[in-house]
């Protein structure tokens, strides 16, 4: 059972413009959402993460709007560069305190940033 | 910073032989790894959970028998696979969590695993 989604699979966004990665998730418990972004032969890198008590993170260039009623959330990457173009994942884990959480991943979504 | 090295980036096993591989956390203490693979697909599938001073936690479809997993302090872990087939084929990602923190789970860069 899948209890982290992500839309779109892929994406393609010219240079300069914001791209919109969407979540949603199964589990009420979840209450950290990390993002990572992954670029081919790499493993995954912490991008920007968001805790359920705020509906907002703001990281530079990232941000992470987030609805816990509706239990979705989205990474904005604003002014897109064609360095951004990589998977992004979205994760989450309930008790953000506890070392022995584990992650629940989306199948990621594959950004495309064309100069 | 925190950084998490893995070793080896990549490697070709024969079917049914084994291999290790490690994973080492520089610059923060890693009271938690956890192990995944990466298909091809993207997918991520978490084989276990190893917290210090507590049981190694397997998930469905993974047994200690088949990844042998160590955490033998802060900053070291390592996990083989025995007799690897074709079907464990893919990129495994150790990934760690600080003493004490909050849960940010910082990953190594993987070690890609080829069954011929």
């Known amino acids: 059972q899948q209890q982290v989604r992500q839309s779109p699979q892929s994406l393609t966004v010219w240079e300069g413009e914001t791209a919109i990665l969407n979540c949603s998730y199964e589990?009420?418990?979840?209450?950290?959402f990390p993002w990572y972004q992954q670029f081919p032969g790499e493993g995954p890198a912490l991008l920007i993460s968001?805790?359920?008590?705020?509906n907002k993170k703001e990281d530079g260039r990232f941000t992470i709007f987030f609805n816990k009623r509706e239990k979705k959330l989205s990474l904005h990457i604003a002014d897109s560069q064609p360095g951004d173009s990589a998977t992004y994942f979205c994760?989450?884990?309930?008790?953000?305190?506890?070392?022995?959480?584990?992650?629940?991943f989306g199948k990621g979504a594959k950004l495309t940033v064309s100069p | 910073g925190a950084l998490v090295y893995q070793y080896p980036r990549r490697t070709i096993c024969k079917s049914g032989t084994s291999m290790r591989m490690e994973c080492q956390a520089v610059?923060?203490?890693?009271?938690?790894v956890a192990w995944y693979r990466q298909s091809p697909q993207k997918t991520f599938e978490l084989i276990a959970l190893?917290?210090?001073?507590?049981?190694?936690?397997?998930e469905q479809n993974f047994t200690q028998e088949k990844f042998p997993i160590s955490h033998p302090n802060l900053s070291f872990s390592s996990m083989t696979v025995l007799n690897a087939y074709l079907e464990d084929r893919g990129l495994y990602l150790c990934?760690?969590?600080?003493?004490?923190?909050?849960?940010?789970?910082?990953f190594g860069p993987g070690t890609r695993l080829t069954v011929l």
């Open positions: 610059g923060f203490q890693a009271t938690s």
């Open positions: 994760a989450a884990s309930e008790g953000q305190q506890g070392t022995g959480s584990k992650l629940s």
């Open positions: 589990n009420s418990a979840f209450d950290y």
């Open positions: 990934g760690a969590r600080e003493v004490g923190g909050y849960a940010e789970q910082f």
């Open positions: 968001i805790l359920s008590v705020s």
């Open positions: 190893s917290t210090v001073n507590s049981a190694i936690k397997y």
